[in-house]
């Protein structure tokens, strides 16, 4: 067995030859729970929370969970009691925290397409931040919010034109993506707002992408928002808070991103440096929050070994772990109970009618049909991005706490996928309708 810790050590590894996630063994959750699986360890969330709050000791800070990488309820509910508030990007997201027990004062609000309902309800509920994305928006939410006799507190995300070195896809910071406002034009919109009545600046906000594995990125974005910050205070508005986004990225492979309270030290060290270590400070972490505290668990349909490849079919899918298929991700993928026998080469793909149905390339596995895997730093934008696609129902979901699972979502039946779908003709019977009609 490899001595190598798995990502999610020490909350996840094995004890002889079976895998636990805290005190509970994988195999028997999966034999009573079923497949596909999702299984979350608490303490592993509450280990990841605890070095940002490490870090931001004695200081003026507050963590939003992003709560796009994984917005079950039973997930929302362990940060709000742990005291976090929330970064949300839909309505939705903030009725899922009002159902989890957050509070609509903790939560911020990013996204750059947020509809003039998805505003009213964020205004009424009492939010604490919209973090702006463009100047035309600034004018929308200053509509709504006079019409509702409000004042919106806002900040602006700016655009620093830095590259955060990740996957094209996930990364949010440079001059051709659609996010934030380029940071030359950051000054007139913060003039803007502040002529605007329905607005009221409070912050300045900036999010570069996510899977960053080194400091730097976060470091040269820090100082652009700070160069801002003293332009916009010169012009005579207030930046109460700064926000730095999230993005911080997670060991799947070998990766070696830097803890969370390093990041933070030498961040927090730049920010004294400069002159705003009293200042508030907000972040908005989803994944390290959340992605080494879950893993997918699967069984093994088929063996089929083929001239190039031999495929490992299991019975989790594209539609339960979307990564690999949209960025090319890596998930480690281990069996629930680990053998010494010569291990194979496989392709480990899932039942989906799609060549990019893929859990992971050439990997290495004794594995038999009918035999389980974990497929691994699954916490985190699976489940939140999970599909109906090939009419799959999604996988039931499981908390570990110590030698407890709870089950925070069951798994969703035929009639859940049917519910809403209407047949806009009256059902005939004819014979094309027969099974097995031979013309
Ligand atoms: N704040 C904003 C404004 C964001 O857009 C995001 C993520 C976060 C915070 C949290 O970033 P994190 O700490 O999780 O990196 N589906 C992709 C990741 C998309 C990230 C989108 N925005 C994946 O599976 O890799």
């Not at 806002?154 to 990740?166: E, F």
């Not at 069951?410 to 097995?436: I, Y």
């Amino acid at each position: 067995m490899t001595s190598t810790p798995l990502p999610g050590a020490p909350f996840l590894a094995y004890r002889d030859s079976q895998l636990f996630i805290e005190d509970m063994g994988l195999q028997d959750l999966a034999n009573t729970h079923g497949t596909p699986l999702f299984v979350y360890s608490k303490a592993a969330m509450l280990h990841a929370l605890a070095a940002y709050q490490r870090a931001f000791v004695g200081r003026d800070a507050k963590v939003h969970y992003a709560m796009k990488a994984n917005s079950s309820l039973g997930v929302l509910q362990v940060f709000a009691q742990a005291g976090c508030g929330f970064d949300i990007v839909s309505a939705g997201e903030l009725e899922r925290v009002l159902a989890a027990g957050g509070q609509a004062a903790d939560v911020i609000f990013s996204g750059v397409g947020k509809t003039r309902a998805e505003m009213r309800m964020a205004l009424q509920a009492g939010i604490a931040c919209f973090n702006v994305e463009s100047e035309a928006e600034l004018d929308v939410l200053n509509q709504v919010a006079v019409s509702l006799g409000k004042v919106a507190p806002v900040s602006i995300r700016v655009n620093p034109n830095v590259d955060p070195k990740t996957h094209p896809y996930i990364s949010t910071g440079l001059k051709g993506n659609k996010f934030g406002i380029a940071h030359e034009r950051t000054l007139q919109a913060y003039q803007h707002a502040a002529q605007l009545p329905g607005l009221k600046v409070v912050g300045i906000d900036c999010h570069i992408g996510s899977q960053i594995t080194t400091s730097e990125p976060y470091l040269d974005a820090l100082d652009k928002v700070l160069d801002l910050v003293e332009q916009i205070e010169k012009a005579g508005i207030r930046i109460h808070h700064l926000d730095f986004g999230g993005g911080l990225g997670i060991n799947y492979n070998n990766d070696t991103p830097p803890a969370a309270d390093s990041l933070w030290s030498a961040l927090l060290a730049r920010l004294d440096a400069r002159g705003f270590g009293q200042r508030r400070l907000m972040i908005e972490p989803g994944r390290s929050l959340v992605g080494n505290a879950g893993v997918c668990l699967s069984e093994v349909q088929y063996l089929k070994p083929g001239e190039q490849k031999n495929f490992c079919i299991i019975d989790a899918a594209m539609n339960d772990l979307p990564r690999p298929a949209m960025y090319e991700a890596f998930h480690q993928i281990v069996p629930l109970v680990h053998t010494d026998k010569p291990a194979q080469l496989y392709d480990v793909v899932g039942p989906v009618c799609e060549s990019g149905d893929w859990i992971g390339r050439d990997r290495l596995l004794n594995i038999q049909a009918g035999e389980k895997l974990a497929v691994l730093s699954a916490g985190a934008y699976c489940m939140s991005m999970a599909s109906n696609y090939n009419t799959r129902g999604r996988a039931a979901e499981l908390l570990v706490d110590g030698n407890q699972a709870h089950v925070i979502r069951q798994r969703e039946t035929m009639a859940d996928q049917l519910r809403g779908e209407v047949l806009p003709f009256p059902q005939t019977r004819h014979a094309s309708n027969t099974p097995n009609t031979k013309v």
